[in-house]
Every structure is written in structure tokens, then in C-alpha cells.
T-cell receptor, first 111, second 113 residues
Framework: LAKTTQPISMDSYEGQEVNITCSHNNIATNDYITWYQQFPSQGPRFIIQGYKTKVTNEVASLFIPADRKSSTLSLPRVSLSDTAVYYCLVATPNRDDKIIFGKGTRLHILP | GAGVSQTPSNKVTEKGKYVELRCDPISGHTALYWYRQSLGQGPEFLIYFQGTGAADDSGLPNDRFFAVRPEGSVSTLKIQRTERGDSAVYLC???????????FGQGTRLTVV
């Protein structure tokens, strides 16, 4: 499983766009990137998943450069309710069934 | 059911006692996972099941921890001779197939006193 590195914490203000970058230098050819969000006292929740270039859904966008050694989760116009821990995971489909979490990035949105 | 259900939501037990934590996955999800999460840490992988069998139990910390999934749906995590260090939130997740998104329950907060 590729190791991921992401900032321990970030602060931002309501209405701002927040970008959280994750490094995964030893990502393998078939690996894909997944982000989960966890609110206090809840289990993690899937946000977005991608393999290359850009993926967008109703919650976030995921940007993956050509070398795929990093990825950036982009949250548009955050609100106080986006305060949570965000986890970046890398796994190989059809092989790595374990879902391994790191420490994540603790995002704190200020009013 | 609509989501992954874990019971009880909270459990307080005395050191040395035996506890069972239950997980009801989403119907039709063949993969089921157990995690343990301490304050300020990410979820720590314990074990996962594919169907009835434990496909990977490498995360179980010692032989006091055991999990079963006899009919390929509900799973029970069993902890013998509990220790204060076992206090944590125990999370269960399920997913339909490899690579699909995982759905987590709300967790069981275990406190060993």
C-alpha cells in the first residue's frame, strides 16, 4: 500500500475554497486515490475517488496531476459544517481490500 | 437496512470482563471491516471479512480479540479480559465489492474502567 502524507491540520474561513494536498510518491500504476471525511462522533464518510486528472461531484473536486505523486481535494465555499478530519487513501483495486487510514488532516473552519 | 448499524452505541465495562460488539452491515455487502479509533488518531484496521471468512486479521492486536461473521452478514467483535487500553471507539464498515466506497457505522464507544 502506498504511503500517504498530508498536513496534520488546516484552518480556513467560511466562504473560502479549501485545498488539501496529499503526497503519495510511491503510488503504483493501478492504484486509485480515495478521500474520506469524518465528523466528530461519527464514522468516516466517502467523499470522492479518482485515478487521474480531475473528478468532481456535488461535494468536492479531486485534482490529480499527470505524475500522480500527489492529489488535491478541493472544497468550494466551505461552511462551518465542513469542519472535520479528511483522510487521503491509496489502494490497488482488486488486490488491496484493506482500507488503511493515516492520521488525516484536521480542517477547522472559522466564522 | 439503510446503513451500517452498530450496537451498543456505548459500553462501559470493568477491567477483566468480556464484551461483544455487534455490527449489522448494509444488506448485500460482502465485505465487512472492523476498526478501532482512539482520540485524535485515524481508524486503525483490525480485521476484514469477505463473506463468512476472515480474509485478513492482521490488525487484531492480540489473542484477546476475536471476530466472527457466521452467516456472512452480521458480525461480532469479541474482546476477552478487557484492559483499560482497549478503551476506544470501535467502527464497523461494509462495502459491496472491492474498490467500492465503504460505509461506516456510528461506532461503539467502549470504556474499560
Amino acid at each position: 500500500l502506498a504511503k500517504t502524507t498530508q498536513p496534520i491540520s488546516m484552518d480556513s474561513y467560511e466562504g473560502q475554497e479549501v485545498n488539501i494536498t496529499c503526497s503519495h510518491n510511491n503510488i503504483a500504476t493501478n492504484d486509485y486515490i480515495t478521500w474520506y471525511q469524518q465528523f466528530p462522533s461519527q464514522g468516516p464518510r466517502f467523499i470522492i475517488q479518482g485515478y487521474k486528472t480531475k473528478v468532481t461531484n456535488e461535494v468536492a473536486s479531486l485534482f490529480i496531476p499527470a505524475d500522480r505523486k500527489s492529489s488535491t481535494l478541493s472544497l468550494p465555499r466551505v461552511s462551518l459544517s465542513d469542519t472535520a478530519v479528511y483522510y487521503c487513501l491509496v489502494a490497488t483495486p482488486n488486490r488491496d481490500d484493506k482500507i488503511i487510514f493515516g492520521k488525516g488532516t484536521r480542517l477547522h473552519i472559522l466564522p | 437496512g439503510a446503513g451500517v448499524s452498530q450496537t451498543p452505541s456505548n459500553k462501559v465495562t470493568e477491567k477483566g470482563k468480556y464484551v461483544e460488539l455487534r455490527c449489522d452491515p448494509i444488506s448485500g455487502h460482502t465485505a465487512l471491516y472492523w476498526y478501532r479509533q482512539s482520540l485524535g488518531q485515524g481508524p486503525e484496521f483490525l480485521i476484514y471479512f469477505q463473506g463468512t471468512g476472515a480474509a485478513d486479521d492482521s490488525g487484531l492486536p492480540n489473542d484477546r480479540f476475536f471476530a466472527v461473521r457466521p452467516e456472512g452478514s452480521v458480525s461480532t467483535l469479541k474482546i476477552q479480559r478487557t484492559e483499560r487500553g482497549d478503551s476506544a471507539v470501535y467502527l464497523c464498515a461494509s462495502r459491496r465489492q472491492k474498490g467500492a466506497e465503504a460505509f461506516f457505522g456510528q461506532g461503539t464507544r467502549l470504556t474499560v474502567v
